[in-house]
Structures are given as structure tokens and as C-alpha cells.
């Protein structure tokens, strides 16, 4: 079996071992993948500082069912600032580990892979690490799994929200007051914004006022959870270090 060269993001590492590392990569090829790099805690030749979390490689491994083989890594850029800004760590880690948690294993997601290295960038060139950038990319996250949430009308009647109460239920549907009797409510204007993160593709063109981004923050927090199934470690850690 040949080794083949892969673009990767590394969503997180575990030591095995003495001298060994798992490391958990989001490669644009073949999607989310385990591979085993023998002696990568001892061999900075073939690894160097490239099995980082969150960092961009270039890898070659060999490819198969189970746990790939890691050969060689090098690094692309390992977002140096990032790793200079608290904030911006919680906010790279966070993003890895969703999406370390809702995507399959060896199923490849292109759009999610430049989905994921626009958000590292990002957060790389921007000075302050802000909350819409980090829903900008979830909504897309989700709409990309097929996890979209219907923004426009209610997905149990179809009545359109512009002109119903729109109350949130816990597993992060947004439901007119019609069907459910209780939820949190949110402005339609939230579910727009929303909308509107899908439809420009770049981060950074929509900035969420804050009583919007509370809102489709709380519509996104459950939705993800819900998909995650499991409770991020990872948020524990971006609500410490952001207001
Ligand atoms: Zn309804």
C-alpha cells in the first residue's frame, strides 16, 4: 500500500504510548481520519512541531480502514498568532472539536474543510476574536452536514415566520407559537441573519448586533448539541476566556 499526500487540519492528538502520537485529522481527501505516527514524540524529523491541534499539514499516510498510517508530516502554518491569543485558542479548539464530533469517519467534506481553514485564517488576521465569526461558521457547519435549521417558516405547519412568533424549542428548532406553546422566543431578525451567514460565503461580511447574536447563539448552541450528542469539552474553556 502506497502512502498518499493529504491536505489535514489536526483536531486534536493523543500520546500513545512512550514515543507515539494518535492524532485526529480533518483532511480535505478523505475527511475526518485516525492516524498513528510512530515515534512522533521522539522523532522531530518526520513530524518536527506539525502534530499540533489545529494546526495545517501536509501529510503522507497511508490510508486505511480503521487507524491510518501517519509517514510524514510538515508543517503548511500552525497559526502562529493563534497560538499567541487565548481567546483565539479557545475559539480554533472549539471549532476542531465540532467538528472532530459531528462529521464521520473517512467520509470526505471538501466544503467543510475550506470551511474550517477559512475560520483558522480568520481568526488568524483578525485581532479580536469575535462571536459572529464563530456562528458565521456554525451555521455553515450545520448547513453543510444537512443539519440546516429552517429559518424562513415553521417546519411543522410552514407558516412563515415574518408574521407568527417564532419561540425556540430545546433541541434548537426554531417553532411558531402555533405549534409549540412553549420556548424561548426569537425575533425573526435573528433567523434573517442567520439566513444571511449562508448566503455570502465569507466571514466577516455579517456582524450580528448583540441581541441577535444572543439569540442565534442560543439557536446554534442547542442545535448543536443536539447533532454533537455530547456535551464540548472545548466550550467549557471559550466561556472562561470570553466575555
Ligand atoms: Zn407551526
Redesign the pocket.
Known amino acids: 500500500m502506497h502512502a498518499e499526500k493529504l491536505q489535514a487540519i489536526v483536531l486534536s492528538t493523543l500520546d500513545y504510548g512512550d514515543s507515539d502520537r494518535i492524532a485526529s485529522l480533518f483532511s480535505l481527501e478523505h475527511g475526518r481520519i485516525k492516524a498513528f505516527a510512530r515515534g512522533a514524540r521522539t522523532s522531530r524529523k518526520r513530524f518536527g512541531a506539525a502534530l499540533e491541534a489545529f494546526a495545517r499539514i501536509e501529510a503522507q499516510v497511508r490510508v486505511r480502514e480503521g487507524l491510518a498510517g501517519l509517514q510524514q508530516a510538515e508543517i503548511v502554518t500552525i497559526y502562529p498568532r493563534i497560538r499567541g491569543d487565548l481567546p483565539a485558542i479557545a475559539h480554533a479548539l472549539y471549532a476542531c472539536e465540532v467538528v472532530e464530533a459531528m462529521t464521520p469517519e473517512g467520509h470526505p467534506l471538501p466544503r467543510l474543510y475550506r470551511l474550517l481553514a477559512a475560520y483558522l485564517d480568520r481568526l488568524e488576521t483578525e485581532t479580536a476574536a469575535d462571536d459572529s465569526d464563530r456562528r458565521f461558521f456554525e451555521i455553515n457547519l450545520l448547513n453543510i452536514l444537512g443539519y440546516r435549521p429552517s429559518l424562513e417558516s415553521?417546519p411543522?405547519?410552514d407558516?412563515p415566520f415574518g408574521t407568527?412568533g417564532v419561540l425556540l424549542q430545546e433541541n434548537g428548532e426554531p417553532?411558531?407559537r402555533?405549534?409549540a406553546p412553549t420556548g424561548r422566543p426569537l425575533h425573526p431578525s435573528a433567523l434573517k441573519a442567520l439566513g444571511a451567514c449562508m448566503t455570502t460565503g465569507t466571514f466577516g461580511k455579517v456582524v450580528f448586533p448583540p441581541d441577535l447574536l444572543t439569540e442565534g447563539g442560543a439557536l446554534l448552541d442547542r442545535a448543536i448539541a443536539t447533532h454533537a450528542g455530547r456535551r464540548l469539552k472545548s466550550l467549557e474553556f471559550l466561556g472562561q476566556v470570553t466575555p
Do not use: I, S
Open positions: 415553521c411543522r405547519c407558516t407568527a417553532v411558531c402555533a405549534c
